[in-house]
């Protein structure tokens, strides 16, 4: 019922940047909670950086002051603006939606995941 498709991933030199999208669709009726998640090679998933509804926003501590999360609540889409990048961020993103969509007769709540975009610091 609720789709998301993510965009932006590649190849970076190291101290490079780079933006990740996350956009949602779908019979969506509110988007609370938009994150960003990233699984390296042997290791778990981990949540980088969330926003709410209203704007507030949380960092893992490894990324604070070089990651950006934001949101376009007109578009229901997410960015992750990652900059100073280094080979430790080389991993696969996943964004988290969760929020209501109409489902007749009635609203639901949803949980989605995106399908995971490959990020790669290298030189």
């Known amino acids: 019922q609720v789709q998301l498709v993510e965009s932006g991933g590649g190849l970076v030199q190291p101290g490079g940047s780079l933006r990740v999208s996350c956009a949602a669709s779908?019979?969506?009726?509110?988007?609370?909670?938009m994150g960003w998640y990233r699984q390296a090679p042997g290791k778990e998933r981990e949540l980088v950086a969330s926003?709410?509804?209203?704007?507030?926003?949380d960092y893992t501590d490894s990324v604070k002051g070089r990651f950006t999360i934001s949101r376009d609540n007109a578009k229901n889409t997410v960015y992750l603006q990652m900059n100073s990048l280094n080979p430790q961020d080389t991993a696969v993103y996943y964004c988290?939606?969760?929020?209501?969509?109409?489902?007749?007769?009635?609203?639901?709540?949803?949980?989605?995941w995106g399908q995971g975009t490959l990020v790669t610091v290298s030189s």
């Open positions: 988290n939606v969760a929020g209501v969509y109409y489902s007749s007769p009635s609203y639901r709540p949803f949980e989605v």
């Open positions: 779908g019979r969506l009726f509110s988007i609370n909670v």
């Open positions: 926003i709410t509804s209203g704007g507030t926003t």
